[in-house]
């Protein structure tokens, strides 16, 4: 069964910063998706980014860019100028074709001011 | 427009009451789910249904029957609620997945805003 490890339970960084959450995953396949979601203290799960394994380009959304590692099978997620409103529980995802979506533990992420 | 909605957001019941928890997507979405997430925060796959058939059960007590009238709606039912039953209840849908030759479109799940579900 594929598996996601996040390693961190806690980060903080400084408003302004920017931090690196890690995450890596177990698998066999070669064609899988991975994903990072946000929960704020609301408790909605918020889709920040996508990957494509099969592409070799990082992906990127505004302040939050993903660092994929295929052969590693890591999958860090980097948010520069930190702001507070990006303080919440971080999941890496996992999900093959035809198949569930599998969650890390998370990763809480403070932001100071 | 809420695209997943999850009905009530909060439940508080008592020790082998039964309760039922309401989802509808307007996204059009062929495959439904219910997680699960624990004190813990660990979020983990309880049913999936595509087109109202039923296509993942995780070990998940018979106590939780999930119904699925038509692919908007999926509903979660819970006979004879137990004290370890609390937890969050999310509802996410999913478009189905395509592959294109040898390559597959995957897209992450759309959520509820979550059911917190408390037993006393």
């Known amino acids: 069964a594929q598996t996601v490890t996040q390693s961190q339970p806690e980060m903080s960084v400084q408003e302004a910063e920017t931090v690196t959450l890690s995450c890596t995953y177990d698998?066999?396949?070669?064609?899988?998706?991975l994903f990072w979601y946000k929960q704020p203290p609301s408790r909605q799960m918020i889709l920040v980014i996508r990957?494509?394994?099969?592409?070799?380009q990082n992906a990127t959304e505004n302040r939050f860019s993903v660092n994929f590692q295929k052969a590693a099978k890591s999958f860090s997620l980097k948010i520069s100028d930190s702001q507070l409103g990006d303080a919440a529980m971080y999941f890496c995802?996992?999900?093959?074709?035809?198949?569930?979506?599998?969650f890390g533990a998370g990763t809480i992420l403070r932001v100071k001011s | 427009d809420t695209a997943v909605s999850q009905t009530p957001k909060y439940l508080v019941t008592q020790m082998g009451n039964d309760k039922s928890i309401k989802c509808e997507q307007n996204?059009?979405?062929?495959?439904m789910y219910w997680y699960k997430q624990d004190s813990k925060k660990f979020l983990k796959i309880m049913f999936s249904?595509?087109?109202?058939?039923?296509?993942i059960n995780e070990t998940v007590p018979n106590r939780f029957s999930p119904k699925s009238p038509d692919k908007a709606h999926l509903n979660l039912h819970i006979n004879s609620l137990e004290l370890g039953d609390s937890a969050v209840y999310f509802c996410?849908?999913?478009?189905?997945?395509?592959?294109?030759?040898?390559?597959?479109?995957?897209?992450?799940?759309?959520f509820g805003s979550g059911t917190r579900l408390t037993v006393v």
């Open positions: 996410a849908s999913s478009q189905d997945l395509v592959r294109v030759g040898d390559v597959s479109l995957v897209y992450g799940y759309t």
């Open positions: 698998t066999s396949e070669s064609d899988y998706y």
């Open positions: 990957q494509e394994a099969y592409k070799q």
């Open positions: 995802a996992y999900r093959e074709y035809g198949n569930k979506l599998v």
């Open positions: 996204l059009g979405h062929d495959t």
């Open positions: 249904y595509n087109n109202k058939e039923l296509i």
